[in-house]
């Protein structure tokens, strides 16, 4: 059974810091594609980043428009990704979500695109 665990969120002040991590379990995760995607309260769940492995061991990443320069995703392992997140904003607040699917020349930005998610993890940035 695919298990993704999403850990590292709390609160911080705005300009702050902090690093959310992902485990997965359950699966050989390293032809799979996995991302960040965070849900604040009564909007739709959006796209964060993604990295996504090439037959060489190396990979791409992939920002949304909102967080390129500030977050920094990383591909720990085979089955762990994380997610560094600096100069945090209020508008960043949101649940945080670790989401894998296999890679298949997606565009790896749409939610149903991916086959698994997490159980989120609450970030919450204060002014």
């Known amino acids: 059974q695919v298990q993704l665990v999403e850990s590292g969120g709390g609160l911080v002040q705005a300009g702050g810091s902090l690093r959310l991590s992902c485990a997965a379990s359950?699966?050989?995760?390293?032809?799979?594609?996995m991302g960040w995607f965070r849900q604040a309260p009564g909007k739709e769940r959006e796209f964060v980043a993604v990295?996504?492995?090439?037959?060489?061991?190396?990979?791409?990443a992939e920002y949304a428009d909102s967080v390129k320069g500030r977050f920094t995703i990383s591909r720990d392992a085979t089955n762990t990704v994380s997610l560094q997140m600096n100069s945090l904003k209020p508008e960043d607040t949101a649940v945080y979500y670790c989401?894998?699917?296999?890679?298949?020349?997606?565009?790896?930005?749409?939610?149903?695109?991916?086959?698994?998610w997490g159980q989120g993890t609450q970030v919450t940035v204060s002014s």
């Open positions: 359950g699966r050989t995760f390293n032809n799979y594609a």
């Open positions: 990295t996504r492995w090439s037959s060489g061991y190396t990979y791409y």
């Open positions: 989401a894998a699917v296999p890679n298949s020349g997606r565009s790896y930005r749409l939610r149903w695109e991916y086959d698994y």
